[in-house]
């Protein structure tokens, strides 16, 4: 295997000292992105949140600034990156605010109508069956709950075969029962958010 797959491999499922390594390097080249897709995350007081993919947590500490009282848990099928996130979100975790745990998209481990916002930051392009993760993460979210997926658009097009398309992802989004999805693309066209709401 060459380095740029053992990048790959481990950028989509990070474990051991390299893995954590790479998290570290997620977490701050993302930033950006983020800040400017949490601008379009509207989050009210007491909002229970997902965060699928939470990798190496930054993700979850944003979103634990922007909701005060809230509830937020954050999924990863990485266990490297669960104990990362954990690390990294310790005074929330302890506190019970932030809950995270192993586990995959494909199997929330979660019961229908749980969520008043879910988000996929950088990882829509690794899950092995994107049809039924959207279907699952339909189930577990709120009538009139949002769906975000924010992605660098160099990556969907990398690591995609389907569903490359603002046309295909409103196409799944709405096959899946989405009333509504919105496309944000920042000015100079590296980045997408897609907003579904149910």
Known sequence: MNLLNKLIEQAKNPNGILGSFMLRIMNS???????????????????????????G???????????TYGKLYGIDYSEQAVKDSI???K?????????????????????????????AFQTHYFWSDLENSVK????????EGCFFIIAE???????????????DM????????FNT????????KKWICIKGIR
């Open 181 to 188: 999805v919105e496309f944000y693309v920042n000015p100079n």
């Open 29 to 55: 080249a993302h930033i950006e992105m983020n800040k400017w897709a949490l601008e379009k995350i509207k989050v009210r007081e007491e909002s229970v949140m997902l965060d699928v993919g939470c990798g």
């Open 136 to 143: 699952e993460v339909f189930r577990v979210l709120k009538q």
């Open 87 to 89: 690390r990294a979100n």
């Open 57 to 67: 947590g930054k993700t979850l500490q944003l979103l634990s600034n922007m909701n």
């Open 91 to 119: 005074v929330d975790v302890e506190t019970g605010k932030v809950h995270i745990e192993q586990a995959s998209v494909t199997d929330i481990p979660f019961p229908e109508n749980s969520f008043d916002i879910i988000t």
């Open 153 to 167: 658009v160099y990556k969907i097009n990398y690591h995609m075969k389907a569903y490359k398309t603002k046309e």
């Open 170 to 177: 409103e196409q799944l989004f709405k096959k899946t029962g």
